[in-house]
């Protein structure tokens, strides 16, 4: 069964510093990944997915297949970046069936 | 705020009655989705439609059904079979017939039974 394990569930680092959000997955195949956020009083919305390789607001998140993982990092943490980060796997059969994480909180201190 | 909908924001039930959720989509979307959260456990996938008609389970559909009899529609009924409904209740919508289209979330409906 497709499993997500986000390991921290609160994280607190202060601005300016480095930042990573851990995420591991367990499936045999080749899954879709993305990262959802979770602003204050705002909806869950998508942060950013692996298949674009993309950076947004400064993030990005390296799927490595090998040690079975896609953290999120961003170089310097900036207090706007408080929230709820959920990291979600796709199986990819052709239908959206996420799976996602527990959630980590990232609290940014000034 | 449009896109999707859901209503009411806060719900309470007594136990052994039914309950239907709304939610609704502006966003001409095929694919729909609903998702339960609760502390700690991140979302779990209830039920997803991805054509008017049809729709399958996910991983906890036991005490839920749902129908899509319109594309913008999905509306969620929980059942007094589920044994555990206080929860927070999210719908999402997305394209479909891709595994990477992103998924658009409505704020959540937050039902408590007693």
């Known amino acids: 069964a497709q499993r997500v394990t986000q390991p921290e569930k609160l994280l607190s680092v202060f601005k300016g510093a480095p930042v990573e959000l851990k995420c591991n997955y367990s499936?045999?195949?080749?899954?879709?990944l993305f990262w959802y956020v979770q602003y204050s009083r705002q909806r869950l919305q998508l942060l950013l997915r692996?298949?674009s390789r993309e950076s947004i607001k400064g993030f990005t998140a390296d799927l490595n297949k090998g040690e079975t993982s896609f953290h999120l990092k961003k170089p310097f943490a900036q207090e706007e970046d408080s929230a709820m980060y959920y990291c979600a796997l796709n199986p990819g059969t052709g239908a959206q069936k996420l799976v996602f994480g527990q959630g980590t909180r990232l609290t940014i201190n000034p | 705020d449009g896109g999707i909908t859901q209503s009411p924001k806060y719900l309470f039930r007594k136990e052994g009655q039914n309950v239907t959720l709304s939610c609704e989509q502006n966003l001409n979307h095929d694919a729909m989705y609903w998702y339960r959260q609760d502390p700690g456990q991140g979302l779990r996938l209830i039920y997803y439609?991805?054509?008017?008609?049809?729709?399958q389970k996910g991983d906890i559909a036991e005490g839920y059904s749902v129908s899509r009899e319109k594309k913008e529609s999905f509306p969620l009924t929980v059942t007094s079979a589920q044994k555990n409904p206080t929860a927070f209740y999210l719908c999402?919508?997305?394209?479909?017939?891709?595994?990477?289209?992103?998924?658009?979330f409505g704020p959540g409906t937050r039902l408590t039974v007693t």
């Open positions: 499936y045999s195949g080749s899954p879709e």
């Open positions: 999402a919508s997305s394209l479909a017939g891709g595994s990477s289209y992103e998924q658009y």
């Open positions: 692996h298949i």
């Open positions: 439609s991805q054509i008017v008609n049809d729709f």
